[in-house]
């Protein structure tokens, strides 16, 4: 992982341009801050958004509102909610989400969260 130096800075979310993802079905919008391989995004699933893939890299996901189910390639699924939160290193557990009634998330990835043997 190279080095990130952020200096204080604060983020007024509404000013982020959004990029549009479909999914197999729904759409996620982004709203993305890159400092060097970390990156936080703001992250809004449609209603009856489906993953398009299945995603081996990490994730810190903290679930501002809404709900969706993150699915493992195992076969488990796991329901997260407003206030919860998951966490996840690259490589260890391919997964990926669905949104019934759509969700804001908070997701946090990079470098940091590679998987140690």
């Given at each position: 992982?190279?080095?990130?130096?952020?200096?204080?800075?604060?983020?007024?979310?509404?000013?982020?341009?959004a990029t549009s993802h479909p999914g197999d079905t729904g759409f996620a919008?982004?709203?993305?801050?890159?400092?060097?391989?970390?990156?936080i995004r703001m992250v809004e699933y449609s209603a009856g958004?489906?993953?398009?893939?299945?995603?081996?890299?990490?994730?810190?996901?903290y679930c501002i509102s809404g709900e969706m189910i993150t699915e493992l390639q195992d076969?488990?699924?796991?329901?997260l909610s407003t206030g919860m939160s998951y966490e996840v290193s690259d490589d260890l557990s391919s997964h990926r989400s669905f949104s019934e009634n759509g969700v804001r998330?908070?997701?946090?990835?990079?470098?940091?969260?590679k998987a140690h043997p």
């Open positions: 992982m190279e080095a990130v130096n952020i200096p204080f800075q604060l983020t007024h979310w509404e000013t982020i341009p919008l982004w709203k993305t801050l890159q400092f060097g391989d970390l990156r958004y489906k993953a398009d893939h299945w995603c081996t890299k990490g994730h810190i996901i076969g488990s699924k796991h329901l998330l908070l997701i946090i990835d990079g470098g940091f969260l």
